[in-house]
Structures are given as C-alpha cells and as structure tokens.
C-alpha cells in the first residue's frame, strides 16, 4: 500500500464508457451506470489514500456534439446519482464542488448542483470537483473576458492573478492527471492548471477502473523525478 509520495491533486479523464458498452453489446446507459460505479470507488479510494483533491472530468463543451440520447443520458445520470448516493458519498467524506458553464445546463440539473454542494459543504475530507460542461480554452477565454470587464491593468496580469480568474481558483494544480482507455490526449482538460502535471494512460476502459488500477497509477507518480523545468 502507498504511504508516501501521494499527489495533492489528481485529475482523471474517465473515458471508454461507450465502449465498454459496445464491446458487450450493451446500451451506452450501461456503460455510464458502470462508469458512475467505477467514479464512486474512485472517490472513496482517494479518500483511503489521503488524496486531497479530486478532478473528475464528467462532460465537456465538446461533448454537446454527441446524439441528443447520449447527451441526455448523461444528465439523467448525473440527476439520479446525486439523489441515489449522496448519502454514501457523505459518508466517505467527501466535498463536491461543480466546475464550467452552468448557464448552458437546464434548471433542474442546475437545481441539482446547488442541493449537491450544499450537502456537502461542511463534510472536511476529500474536495471532489465535477468538471460539467467545461473546456479549458473556453475556461481561459472566459477568464480573459472576467478581467477586461474588470478593468484588470494589463501590468497587474501574471500567473497568479491570471489562476484567480480560472474555475480551480480555489485548487492547487493537478499534480497527476490519469486518461483511461488508451487514449493519449487532454481533449480540453485543465490545459492551464496542467502545465507541469504528469500523465498517466492506462488501456483499461473506465468501467473496467478499480482501486488496484488507481494505486498502480499513484506507485508510477511516485517513481517520478519532478523536475518543475529545471
């Protein structure tokens, strides 16, 4: 079992749920019931494991682009787990916060979002953020906008003021950020705050994602040689 060496901040891109479902002639709804099984194990694991912040990436500004089914299987989704094991996600611990555009999410998803993070405010173990309806281009150009509508003098702007603007204001950077399904891209996903994480790809389908999978992740982290550019 790791003991030392664990990241602050792990990111996940939790892909392959389609297919998984495919590959056993399933219906995509399968694939994502699972996933939400295999994000819950997740979570609890993170909490075992003394990860203090979690970054799961749940539904992109691309994914709007997928078939009005799927789009809306993954709300539904999200609606039904949030009602359906919100209690087991207070047990473990667990803050959960939403990051991206609300403004583009029906109300009742929205109305959601504020129930789950009300609920969990006061829990003090894990902080886990959803990243729904997010983009890290879209991310950036909106804190761009934030800060000429401030009126941000342009020689006030570095780094730091530039990460207050940004969605994970309240976050450390993503120190290991893990992509399932053999896929080997960001597709959108903190490219700011990602500057200097490490990556790690595995061809397991995300359903298929247990907690030994996570540990071999976090053991490949820790034999890491940080170098931070220098």
Not at 72 to 96: D, M
Not at 110 to 131: F, H, S
């Amino acid at each position: 079992m790791i003991s030392d060496g664990i990241p602050l901040h792990v990111g996940i891109i939790m892909d392959g749920n389609a297919r998984w479902a495919r590959s056993r002639g399933l219906q995509n709804f399968d694939g994502y019931r699972k996933g939400v099984d295999a994000a819950v194990s997740v979570v609890k694991a993170a909490c075992e494991l003394g990860i203090s912040y979690l970054t799961l990436f749940l539904f992109s500004t691309e994914n709007w682009s997928r078939s009005s089914e799927d789009v809306n299987l993954v709300f539904n989704l999200f609606q039904e787990t949030c009602t359906s094991r919100l209690e087991e996600v207070c047990r473990a611990g667990a803050k959960i916060k939403v990051i991206g555009d609300r403004e583009a999410l029906n109300q009742n998803v929205r109305q959601v979002i504020a129930l789950l993070e009300a609920e969990t405010a006061q829990n003090e173990g894990i902080q886990v953020y959803l990243a729904m309806n997010y983009g890290g281009r879209a991310e950036i150009l909106r804190a761009v906008s934030m800060m000429v509508s401030e009126g941000v003098p342009v020689a006030e702007i570095d780094a730091k003021k530039f990460s207050a603007y940004l969605y994970t204001k309240d976050l450390p950077d993503p120190d290991l950020i893990i992509r399932t399904a053999g896929e080997k891209r960001l597709s959108n996903f903190l490219l700011w705050q990602s500057s200097y994480s490490e990556f790690y790809f595995c061809d397991t389908l995300w359903p298929d994602f247990e907690k030994e999978d996570f540990i071999l992740a976090l053991d490949d982290y820790r034999r890491r040689d940080r170098k931070y550019g220098k």
